[in-house]
């Protein structure tokens, strides 16, 4: 017998098998996954043809990229919402056991679950940087958080599938914290610390020297994370009603 996980998972995979964006948005992480693979052969080619050595931004490429899988997650799931939004799926499942806080928390913890486990593989397996196991596994549970974020914010402004792809551009603009961590040296790149990626590229800077402070990169961190989690559900849940 199918458990109600097992049915919404084969709902989801058919749902994207029919979607060639969705398909394309799955095979994303891979691509990125590759890209770093071969990110010290293009650093060498690069600095063979331009004289100029990339090998000190390998920290800022890493950060960076590692948490567009989460993003692209966030946006399948945006859409597989809204999909079954439309197909009235919500509505059905609303009068079963599952009900919509479960069908909710489902759809949340996959993206979360994803996008955690990808940025993990990508840190150990491409080996780039040297992270501490415990520093990891910190960032990874706010990159699991901002894929939730991601998902909630595409599903409580997008009214249909066409303007969740329109989202998803815009919520690449936070990702714009990361260069301004790394490459803005003033202390007016705080202004970006409501950004929740901003704690993260901090938590990679700290981890990488060492620092103390990197703790309150988590703490600090993480309570953002939650607290813009927290306005998205709100505003997803009052859209509901």
Do not use: C
């Amino acid at each position: 017998m199918k458990t109600p996980v097992t049915v919404l998972a084969l709902g989801d995979l058919k749902l994207i098998v029919r979607d060639s964006t969705l398909v394309m948005a799955v095979f994303g992480p891979l691509a990125i996954t590759i890209l770093l693979f071969f990110l010290p052969v293009i650093e060498s080619l690069i600095q063979t043809k331009f004289s100029f050595d990339p090998s000190p931004y390998r920290l800022f490429i890493v950060s960076f990229l590692s948490l567009i899988p989460g993003m692209l997650f966030a946006m399948i799931y945006g859409f597989i919402i809204l999909d079954e939004r439309d197909e009235d799926v919500i509505d059905f499942i609303s009068i079963t056991p599952l009900r919509k806080e479960g069908y909710l928390t489902y759809k949340l913890i996959m993206p979360m679950l994803l996008s955690a486990g990808f940025f993990l593989f990508i840190i150990y397996a491409t080996a780039l940087v040297q992270l501490n196991p415990i520093h990891a596994m910190g960032i990874a549970i706010m990159v699991a958080i901002e894929a939730a974020i991601g998902t909630l914010f595409l599903v409580a402004f997008s009214e249909n599938k066409v303007e969740d792809l329109a989202f998803s551009k815009l919520l690449g603009i936070m990702y714009l914290a990361i260069p301004l961590v790394f490459f803005w040296n003033s202390s007016w790149h705080w202004l970006s610390a409501f950004l929740p990626p901003f704690w993260i590229a901090k938590a990679f800077v700290h981890s990488q020297t060492s620092s103390i402070w990197i703790w309150g990169d988590f703490f600090l961190g993480t309570a953002v994370h939650l607290f813009v989690l927290q306005y998205f559900l709100r505003v997803f849940l009052r859209r509901q009603n």
